[in-house]
């Protein structure tokens, strides 16, 4: 019952841009079949409410489907995708984003005992899981507070709150409870992502990026791989080559210029990975996402 509501909710209240009057809800619908595409994940709770989705990490592949929910406690450079959908039963998601302090907070406030305890290992970024009721009904109430404005300044933090509570307690609780620990593995990891994201065109020695973030270089590269499904250096070339295509979309750039700008000093290198990423050259790719997009009839 709850996910015939919740996608009527969804239906509803979508907008062009994803947004929603309730700040951190996004709700996503997809009427076509589109190609995987390259984005970060953010730190977010996502539940599907119709169709599925397809997100490759490394060389982790994750699909959840109506009734499922994931989420993602690192930014992480994904590609993903939207299947199972025409314009009859389009793909319709919701979507929550997850900050570290709520988190911290609901753990301080928790009764010994509440919480299960953590095991110590780094889980990975992301995780899929069946969505209880109890989480579905959470939701479907959060959304609903779209239809009464008087309430939702109120009200909508307070759902939030019993959300993430059922996130911290169920069965991806491991994952999500990293979020809110400073000195969690997921944490360290996180630093170290923050740095290499921020710069990403610099070349980097792993040792200098694991005495930033506080590990020792095997306990780094280990715990790097296990949450993020990459090492640092593969990381870094993922978000190199995202952020060029970002480039190559925006405007009328150079191609060895572009490549320069985010680190490659080979153009044939840059031309190499860039085609082996996103499947095309940088200059015919930079053509098709330039061409202005037909409206839907």
Request: proline share 7%.
């Amino acid at each position: 019952m709850d996910l015939d509501e919740l996608r009527a909710l969804l239906a509803r209240h979508v907008r062009p841009d994803g947004s929603t009057a309730i700040d951190g809800v996004l709700i996503s619908k997809v009427e076509r079949p589109e190609p995987p595409s390259p984005s970060m994940s953010g730190t977010v709770l996502a539940v599907i409410a119709q169709g599925a989705k397809r997100l490759a990490l490394g060389e982790r592949v994750y699909e959840y489907r109506a009734g499922q929910y994931l989420v993602a406690s690192v930014d992480l450079p994904v590609t993903g995708h939207f299947i199972e959908v025409s314009p009859q039963c389009p793909a319709l998601g919701f979507g929550l984003t997850l900050e570290a302090s709520a988190v911290a907070e609901l753990l301080l406030r928790a009764a010994p005992g509440d919480v299960p305890r953590a095991d110590g290992r780094a889980a990975p970024g992301i995780a899929v899981s069946d969505a209880p009721d109890e989480l579905l009904d959470a939701v479907v109430r959060l959304l609903r507070l779209l239809d009464q404005p008087r309430d939702r300044a109120v009200l909508a933090p307070l759902i939030k709150r019993e959300i993430l509570w059922r996130l911290i307690t169920g069965a991806q609780g491991g994952v999500v409870r990293q979020l809110g620990l400073a000195d969690s593995n997921l944490s360290h990891v996180a630093r170290a992502v923050r740095w290499i994201r921020d710069h990403y065109a610099e070349a980097f020695r792993v040792e200098d990026v694991a005495r930033l973030s506080g590990m020792s270089v095997s306990a780094f590269h280990r715990n790097f791989q296990a949450v993020t499904a990459m090492t640092p250096i593969q990381f870094q070339k993922q978000i190199r080559l995202q952020e060029a295509r970002l480039l190559l979309a925006t405007g009328p750039h150079d191609i060895t210029g572009v490549g320069h700008r985010v680190g490659y000093d080979s153009p044939s290198q840059f031309s190499r990975e860039y085609r082996r990423q996103f499947g095309v050259p940088p200059s015919q790719d930079a053509a098709r996402l330039r061409t202005p997009t037909p409206a839907l009839p």
